[in-house]
């Protein structure tokens, strides 16, 4: 018998608030892991209704509950992560976007693809790691698959020496994915099929870059 919604946010709530086993099958962090990507709108919910302070528990809660939209590896979970990097500068709000990238790549898909080229852009000046950890994601995946929505990250892949500069880094990193692709000229626009009507960042951040 299918759970209803209620019981499944009741089993968010419990991993939320730490209250049952913390490992193991019966935790319920596994318990929902293992009920697979139809919680992460429940999980994404809890995300953002809960409360949210620095310097209490709301912390903990809202890091536990991005930890595990990581640990699933959904691409609708990117732009919570993405907040949620932006408005802390602590290597714990800044690592569950980072467990999400490995994630993405592996999936792959058009709409992994989008999520990293949406998390490329929000961070390529303000945080450099975050930006070569994605733009050398996006490398291998061309160079397994060169899929052609993988281009609209070349746009995004410029670096510079002038305020903002995105890191030096990335110029290799433009040449080799520029490579995979097979392509000799740089595309006007980034034109994947972006989904970020939600996101806290502007779509058209990055335009600026659109010709080499």
């Known amino acids: 018998m299918a759970e209803s919604d209620a019981e499944l946010k009741e089993l968010v709530r419990k991993y939320q608030e730490g209250i049952g086993p913390q490992e193991g099958e019966k935790s319920p962090g596994f318990q929902l892991l293992a009920r697979g990507e139809v919680v992460v709108p429940l999980v994404l919910e809890a995300f953002h209704t809960a409360p949210w302070d620095r310097r209490s528990q709301g912390k903990h809660s809202i890091i536990r509950l991005a930890n595990l939209l990581a640990e699933f590896g959904d691409p609708r979970a990117a732009p919570a992560l ?103 000229y740089l595309p006007l626009a980034a034109s994947a099929p972006l989904t970020s009507e939600h996101l806290p960042i502007p779509a058209n951040q990055g335009d600026d870059d659109t010709h080499e």
Do not use: W
Not at 102 to 126: M, W
């Open 82 to 184: 993405i907040h949620l990097a932006q408005i802390g500068s602590e290597f714990t709000f800044e690592n569950p976007l980072r467990l999400l990238v490995p994630k993405l790549e592996r999936r792959g898909d058009a709409t992994c693809i989008a999520a990293l080229i949406e998390i490329l852009k929000a961070f390529r000046f303000a945080r450099p790691r975050i930006a070569i950890l994605v733009a050398e994601a996006l490398v291998r995946m061309a160079e397994r698959e060169p899929l052609q929505e993988i281009a609209a990250a070349l746009p995004y892949l410029h670096s510079g020496f002038l305020a903002p500069a995105a890191p030096l880094e990335l110029g290799p990193l433009r040449r080799q994915l520029k490579a995979a692709l097979n392509l000799p």
